[in-house]
């Protein structure tokens, strides 16, 4: 993010697109709700469901699935046609303007109404309000990068917000909503293939000599590492024969679930080190018990970059030890000696490599955590990040036209699927599908669908029906919902006895390799 949650209340007028807020976001989500009630914000929804936060909005655009760069590109269109754009921002903090206001030139509201589906005018009418405003803040989620064009669409939602002029001040900025509670920290220390903590270049001798000094060693790689998406493939083509995953439960979570457990299989050697026996968990030759985040201390690095202490609250059972534990002891054991007395002895080693932390101690988040960049002891963290230039200098527009999705609903496969997550379960159901009462109000799956598309394949509320894609099948239960539009179904993904990923299109963004969980072709028939 580069705002603050926090200063999301201090918007006129909050865009959110691709996030479930209210479900996925919960609490994040009452501080959008406090600035539509009692200060005045105007809010803009983008989604292809009427989801509940859509009920606070004084405009919901519902776009057809995957089609968010034409959308995007026609709201900047207009802003342009009419004069809106902030002028002095775009001289004087940005390049290569004239390349996106040749590009966006033909996503006319006409032209973008025809591949999305948003009506003309509720397309002009959202560009006004987001660039007449002051202050526009844009929240999105993973309905935004679960597709081939994810970066496409994140890096569009940043020319937007660059055109208006709204980034570097309070109650503006681009904030993307983390999907879990320490994703932000996990790729800050470095838990991405390119890049080492503080998202510094694997391939920069600089940098890797750095590191080799701090830990003592020689020769670290310089070479780019696999993405998970590229992992499996490997594993099914036996490249990759040996896997260790740790808080993590790809046999529910991953794309096209039928063949990711071909490829599990075709491992010679799998550890899972994770606090339940998951499903994938069931599948390894060796299981290490770590503790959760109750068990033990340290710090989390939350979506809006806060960096926070997690204090042990109660001992871990059984054998379970702290992930560092584990990780040092294994180390050992492979003849380079690790050890640390306790995890503030870490934090002080990830200080000394990580510019953005370097400032940042456990004393100083005694009471309160602090943002980062965080460089020196004395400095106060950075609540909004690109005040006065971006860390390249002037901030690059990009010119992005529209690539439809990867796979289209046709006569085999008339019905497009989405997928995502329910306020009661939480990501494979790991931890909430153990808890009684979450389990009690969201029991089981089901697919969400309109009652014109209920009424069309004669389906009744709680009636078992079979979804079926070009990858596999799954029964759930239909629930009829003003929520879906028609010609799309929903289904969340929380159940692995009805995984809506054994349906899901494992075609990958280029670029990040994040797959297109939020669109793919399915039909239905009752189950029997």
């Not at 497009?416 to 599908?433: A, D, E, F, I, S």
């Not at 929903?490 to 669109?519: C, M, Q, W």
Request: net charge negative.
């Amino acid at each position: 993010m580069t705002n603050t949650i926090g200063d999301i209340e201090t918007a006129e007028v909050i865009l959110i697109t691709g996030s479930n807020t209210t479900e996925n976001h919960p609490v994040l989500s009452s501080f959008v709700k406090r600035a539509v009630k009692f200060k005045g914000a105007r809010l803009i929804v983008v989604d292809p469901r009427r989801i509940k936060i859509a009920g606070f909005a004084h405009q919901w655009l519902r776009p057809n699935l995957g089609t968010d760069v034409a959308w995007i590109n026609g709201i900047m269109h207009v802003i342009i046609k009419e004069n809106l754009h902030d002028k002095e921002f775009v001289a004087n903090r940005t390049q290569g303007f004239e390349e996106l206001k040749a590009m966006v030139e033909k996503f006319t509201p006409a032209y973008v109404e025809e591949i999305t589906g948003i009506p003309a005018q509720q397309l002009t009418d959202a560009a006004k309000i987001y660039a007449g405003a002051e202050t526009s803040s844009i929240l999105y989620c993973m309905g935004i990068t679960q597709h081939i064009t994810g970066t496409d669409n994140v890096k569009s939602l940043a020319n937007l917000a660059m055109l208006c002029g709204h980034i570097g001040k309070p109650g503006t900025g681009v904030n993307p909503l983390r999907g879990q509670n320490n994703v932000q920290g996990a790729c800050d220390m470095g838990g991405l293939p390119n890049v080492f903590t503080a998202y510094q270049p694997v391939s920069n001798l600089d940098i890797a000599k750095k590191m080799e000094e701090a830990w003592g060693v020689s020769g670290l790689p310089t070479k780019v590492g696999l993405k998970v998406t590229e992992m499996i493939p490997k594993a099914h083509s036996g490249e990759m024969k040996a896997l260790y995953i740790i808080g993590e439960n790809p046999l529910v979570s991953d794309p096209d679930l039928n063949h990711a457990e071909k490829s599990f299989s075709h491992l010679e050697f799998l550890v899972v080190q994770d606090i339940f026996m998951t499903e994938t968990a069931q599948q390894a030759d060796v299981v290490l018990p770590s503790a959760c985040f109750a068990e033990k201390d340290g710090t989390f690095s939350n979506t809006e970059r806060r960096v926070q202490r997690v204090r042990k609250a109660v001992n871990p059972p059984g054998q379970a030890w702290d992930d560092w534990k584990i990780t040092c002891e294994i180390a050992k054991r492979m003849g380079y000696s690790m050890s640390y007395t306790d995890s503030e002895a870490i934090f002080e080693e990830i200080r000394k490599v990580t510019p953005s932390y370097a400032g940042i101690t456990y004393k100083r988040m005694e009471y309160e955590g602090l943002h980062w960049p965080c460089p020196a002891e004395d400095h106060p963290g950075t609540p909004i990040l690109h005040t006065l230039q971006f860390p390249i200098g002037k901030g690059n527009f990009h010119a992005i036209d529209y690539i439809p999705s990867a796979e289209r609903a046709d006569a085999d496969y008339p019905m497009y699927l989405t997928t995502g997550r329910v306020l009661y379960q939480y990501h494979t159901g790991t931890m909430t599908r153990k808890t009684g009462g979450l389990n009690e109000r969201s029991p089981e799956n089901f697919v969400e669908i309109s009652s014109s598309d209920a009424d069309r394949y004669g389906l009744a509320d709680g009636d078992k029906v079979q979804v079926a894609s070009r990858r596999g099948e799954i029964v759930a239960g239909i629930k009829i919902s003003d929520k879906a539009v028609n010609g799309t179904v929903f289904i969340p993904f929380h159940f692995a006895e009805s995984a809506a990923n054994r349906l899901t299109n494992a075609a990958l963004d280029p670029v990040s390799g994040i797959p297109e969980y939020k669109v793919c072709a399915v039909k239905l028939s009752k189950a029997a």
